[in-house]
């Protein structure tokens, strides 16, 4: 009778740990406290199964995936690279829909298999197979959306060698279809709800949410993509929550509802940090914006000319992108930075763009890594107004970010916050090539006549320019 | 299965739950964003209790083919939701800590 109580201890560390996980300094603690509550949770549940329900009979069925589990995860989590966590987060909220959804399924299979099973009583069965249905349309919208997010954040995928770029793609009409495919999850429901021993309707659902979650991030593009999967996770909150209905365990109904609105709010905030509308986000349409073919060119500086316009300079700011983290350059930045604290007395700071990076945070997280004073690290809105007084911008593989093409009215960077480098005295630009950033539009920055370019891989263009600096 | 007789005191359970994560956040600076993404993602592969369960049903079912297979699926993509997050977010949050 007791053993519930483990519950309510879970579900008080997972409160503690999401308060505490939004303050930096309590941040480590907040996530080892709701971890706590998950280890609680899974023990007080096993206790349950096996001296509450009945004894568990057959430990293979639970330790052999758990164990499973558990390495997959922690092999994810632990190998890999620090570009690549928000896909990772995306991952796993996949994951975890698929897990709510496949409950509900396994819950509504049953009926399906053993006829001889007794139906419940009808409030019953409503309640119940209502909330399987809603876990099923939600987990597997959750699933496949978070699985082409996933894509999305990575650019594309690899096919035996063949390189299949991530599609971004979605006209007006579409909203229409969605709003159409959210009415047949409702009608499927209702029918499984009536008759649940039909094995077409979990089916039907499953395909139909499917569907609708590919829909739902099919015109999203790259930069709104953490807006999304936050989005997704809080969906799978809710989830799970409606798991917590069929199963008749307060944990999971706390819990999940716990972070469907907590999400929800994170993923407001998110929005709001880049001046766009949840709606926006979700339902502005994706204008075919192929990308644009560049007719311009702009030959390349060097690294010396570079060095002679930075000797006396008195105000520098560093625009980190994209290029900084997948180059791992950050560390040089923060040399570079030095030298010319060092030598000419140079105030730097570096202007942080909410999205640089393709994740909230990206950028401070890697620039912390290098040691770089929290103090230098300015977000956008402080900053763009001291770029006018700045005599060089140094922009580090960023575009997007930087690109004034979002000032204007229409176009896929349309009203995106971006930084004002082009009010520099003069802008410094490392990258690669003259190629369009994610929203694949050109970059009016890039040939400007106060733009030097330096092409390259952003950690060797660095350590040349530091070597130039230093020898100037 | 489902308790008619708990129903309400369920539905009040998930509102109030709802109310009090709303309130649980409200401000919280850029750098923490993806952190607490990821933290509540772990939270959210609670659903490992459901899959538990599911797999308890089935044994006392008679182990049916295509549900347990359900059910030992879902424990483990919850389980690789769970440990893989709070992993991810331990290591994300350590990436911060170097700045003392």
């Known amino acids: 009778m007791w053993i519930p109580f483990g519950y309510l201890i879970a579900a008080v560390l997972f409160i503690l740990g999401l308060k505490k996980l939004s303050h930096p300094r309590t941040a480590p603690l907040g996530n080892r406290l709701s971890s706590l509550g998950m280890a609680v949770a899974i023990g007080t549940a096993l206790v349950q199964m096996q001296f509450g329900s009945g004894p568990i009979t057959n430990w293979n069925l639970i330790l052999l995936p758990m164990g499973a589990g558990a390495l997959i995860g922690l092999v994810l989590a632990c190998k890999a690279k620090t570009t690549s966590m928000p896909e990772l987060v995306a991952l796993f909220n996949g994951f975890g829909g698929a897990a709510s959804a496949l409950v509900a399924s396994a819950e509504c299979w049953k009926f399906v298999e053993a006829s001889e099973l007794a139906l419940p009583d009808p409030f019953t069965k409503t309640i119940a197979f209502g909330a399987a249905g809603f876990s099923a349309i939600i987990g597997w919208c959750t699933l496949t959306g978070s699985l082409l997010a996933v894509l999305k954040l990575l650019g594309g995928v690899s096919v035996f060698g063949k390189w299949w770029a991530a599609p971004t793609w979605g006209p007006a009409w579409l909203n229409v279809v969605k709003v159409l495919l959210v009415a047949l999850v409702v009608v499927l429901t209702v029918a499984l709800v009536n008759d649940p021993r039909d094995a077409r309707w979990p089916i039907l659902l499953l395909a139909s949410s499917s569907v609708l979650g590919v829909l739902l991030v099919l015109p999203i593009g790259g930069a709104d993509m953490p807006v999304v999967v936050s989005l997704l996770n809080s969906l799978s909150g809710i989830a799970a929550a409606f798991t917590g209905f069929i199963i008749n365990n307060p944990l999971l109904l706390v819990a999940g509802s716990l972070v469907g609105a907590s999400g929800f709010i994170l993923t407001i905030v998110m929005c709001k940090a880049m001046n766009r509308t949840l709606t926006g986000v979700l339902f502005q349409p994706y204008t075919a914006h192929a990308s644009e073919k560049l007719t311009r060119t702009k030959v390349g500086s060097d690294p010396e000319e570079v060095a002679m316009v930075l000797d006396g300079a008195r105000k520098v700011i560093i625009v980190p992108g994209y290029g900084m983290a997948v180059s791992q350059s950050q560390h040089v930045v923060k040399e570079f930075a030095e030298l010319l604290a060092q030598k000419y007395d140079t105030e730097v700071k570096y202007a942080i763009h909410p999205v640089a990076g393709r994740m909230p945070g990206h950028m401070n997280v890697l620039l912390a890594e290098a040691n770089v004073p929290y103090e230098q690290m300015v977000e956008m809105d402080d900053i763009n107004p001291e770029f006018p007084e700045c005599d060089v911008a140094l922009v580090i593989g960023a575009n997007d970010t930087c690109n004034p093409a979002a000032r204007e009215e229409t176009g896929p960077l349309a009203g995106m916050p971006i930084i004002n480098v082009d009010q520099a005295q003069h802008v410094v630009v490392v990258k690669r090539s003259l190629g369009v950033g994610y929203a694949g539009v050109d970059n009016d920055v890039f040939y400007l006549d106060k733009t030097m370019m330096l092409f390259g891989d952003a950690k060797t263009m660095m350590g040349q320019l530091n070597k130039a600096l230093a020898e100037s | ?100």
Do not use: C, W, Y
């Open chain 2, 1 to 100: 299965m489902i308790d008619p007789s708990l129903f309400l005191l369920n539905l009040t359970l998930f509102v109030l739950a709802i109310f009090l994560g709303v309130e649980l956040i409200n401000k919280v600076p850029a750098t923490l964003h993806t952190p607490l993404m990821s933290g509540a993602n772990a939270v959210s592969g609670i659903s490992v209790i459901g899959a538990l369960f599911g797999t308890q049903i089935v044994m006392q079912d008679g182990g049916r083919s295509v549900a347990s297979l359900l059910a030992g699926l879902a424990l483990m993509l919850a389980m690789a939701n769970v440990v893989g997050g709070f992993a991810v977010t331990h290591r994300m949050l350590n990436m911060f800590k170097k700045k003392s």
